[in-house]
């Protein structure tokens, strides 16, 4: 990881003064114009409820352009303070007291303060709360306000990785006691103030005058964001100027783009890996030798270069990759074996075995192509997988999470434990594979172990054991980590450096961004 080391982190959390709030070098840009963003990842289900939050449109709506976090990874990886100006731990990372940015008000006029943050975070609490966000929220055993722009955050257990969990795109700061209000209309801090918003549609902003961030960020007068699903549709509306810039562009028709001399490509490599989660709950998942058979049936370098053509690398089911501190790259890589996937059968007791795989586009772009590679090469292993092509509209809320065994891509997280925590620990909300203590007590206990460990050596030990389990017994295949690969008309200017958190530039172009 670049930028503030994690022990920096439990000192302070000032940028340095040469850095706008973004994390990139002050320097003259345009402002002015607008910017129309084409993206896909729209439902008509979208609100303005963070909690939520699960794909690039409305991460980019929300935590990129109407709300603010209390921190901010940068572009170059680093931790920024956004509503909190820094932040200092303990000796144990058990205690944090953030100091809150002063002078900032809602959109409504209403000012910013400690009440808010601790009115933001509860929302994420409760029974019947399904937010991604709740295992980070529910490790805060308390929360002080001891002035009206200072807080201190009691955790149960000791957390390294505090500040940058602050960052995310669910923990979103609304106005304490008009947070029914603020859902509807969209009423945060951010640099714009919604226009217009039709789910699953488009959203229209407007830059908020006086913002916080004042000449550091937020160049454009205006944003659009298009819900484009459609990867033609999407591609086509950049080569015919409706939009400014798209996400997830297809590889397949690559050489178009950059053969139209008005248009750029950026890729960046981070953690985005496209997977396949099994319900390790639920018959045939809850075999672990059913789990290694699959392993051994998949023919990870075919799908990168098939699918990726070449834009990412293999992957070794473990959701940590090439851009985390503790990404375990000597780790012997699965290979396809298909002799390998029939021993594991057997030791199911099992000759052949039949399956459903869901997949729609809406879970990665060549996610059905994915699922009919998979098919081919897990059939000599006596491996019968049945492909389901799901809609691509409510495939979040209807098949992820739902189904055994679907199509699914992950953004990655900018460290282990946050990646863990959301996707991996016992109970929490996003866990795709309900991975628990029946499948692995040692994973959970390393996961709590390693979250207070400060000492780097013990963390990475601890780290890459995990992995290693993952590997071995998990309940997700992960093929191979995705580069991401978007494109953008030159009249639009952008930094030397592209976030690789999220997709188009950690989802913060409305506010990285300018007019050439």
């Known amino acids: 990881m670049n930028g503030i080391s994690r022990r920096g982190l439990l000192k ?5 003064g040469v850095l706008g709030l973004t994390g990139m070098p002050l320097r003259a840009q345009s402002r002015g114009g607008k910017l129309t963003a084409g993206l896909g990842g729209a439902n008509t289900t979208d609100s303005w409820d963070g909690r939520t939050h699960s794909d690039i449109f409305m991460i980019a709506a929300a935590h990129g352009t109407v709300f603010d ?6 572009a170059d990886g680093s931790l920024k303070g956004e509503l909190a100006e820094s932040w200092e731990a303990s000796a144990d990372a058990k205690t944090w007291t953030f100091n809150l940015r002063q002078g900032v008000t809602f959109h409504n006029g209403k000012p ?3 009440d808010d943050v601790i009115a933001s975070l509860n929302m994420h609490l409760g029974e019947e709360s399904k937010s991604a966000a709740k295992p980070i929220v529910e490790a805060i055993t308390e929360m002080t306000k001891v002035t009206d722009h200072q807080i201190q955050f009691t955790l149960a257990n000791g957390n390294a990785d505090f500040p940058y969990l602050m960052s995310d795109y669910h923990i979103l700061m609304f106005p304490a006691g008009q947070i029914d209000e603020a859902i509807a209309n969209g009423i945060g801090t951010g640099l714009y103030q919604v226009v217009s918003f039709d789910p699953g549609v488009r959203f229209v902003g407007r830059r908020y005058e006086d913002h916080y961030k004042g000449d550091s960020a937020g160049f454009f007068d205006e944003v659009e964001f298009i819900a484009i699903n459609d990867n033609t549709a999407r591609m086509n509306a950049l080569m015919t100027g409706q939009v400014d810039t798209i996400n997830r562009i297809d590889f397949k028709t690559e050489a178009l783009l950059k053969a139209n001399p008005a248009l750029r490509i950026q890729e960046v490599t981070g953690n985005q890996h ?4 099994m319900l390790t709950n639920t018959a045939p998942f809850n075999d672990v030798n059913v789990r290694r058979a699959l392993k051994y049936g998949i023919n990870r370098q075919e799908m990168v270069d098939k699918i990726l053509l ?3 690398q293999v992957g070794n089911d473990t959701p940590i990759g090439p851009a985390n501190q503790y990404f375990a790259a000597d780790m012997e890589p699965l290979t396809y074996d298909p002799d390998q996937a029939k021993y594991y059968l057997q030791q199911a007791g099992l000759d052949s075995i039949d399956i459903d795989l869901s997949a729609s ?9 994915a699922a009919q590679l998979f098919q081919a090469t897990a059939s000599a292993a006596g491996i019968n997988i049945n492909v389901v092509q799901e809609p691509a509209d409510g495939y979040w ?4 999470l739902k189904k055994p065994f679907c199509a699914c891509y992950w953004s990655g997280r900018a460290t282990e434990d946050w990646m863990f925590s959301t996707s991996y620990e016992a109970g929490v909300p996003w866990n795709d594979s309900q991975w628990d203590e029946d499948d692995s007590a040692r994973f959970q206990e390393l996961l709590i172990s390693a979250r207070a460990e400060l000492d780097s050596d013990k963390r990475r030990e601890q780290y890459g054991e995990m992995q290693q389990i993952l590997r071995d017994d998990g309940g997700v295949l992960i093929p191979m980590f995705a580069n991401y690969v978007q494109a953008v008309n030159n009249r639009i200017a952008s930094p030397d450096t592209i976030g690789n958190l999220w997709q188009m530039d950690n989802a913060r172009m409305a506010e990285r961004w300018s007019v050439a």
């Open 112 to 114: 910013f303060g400690a």
């Open 274 to 277: 496209y997977s396949f989660p």
């Open 12 to 16: 302070t959390g000032a940028a340095a």
């Open 361 to 369: 586009n809406a879970a990665f772009e060549g996610a059905v192509d």
């Open 69 to 74: 976090c209390l921190t901010e990874v940068a």
């Open 397 to 400: 809320s209807n098949v992820w």
């Open 310 to 312: 070449g834009h990412g």
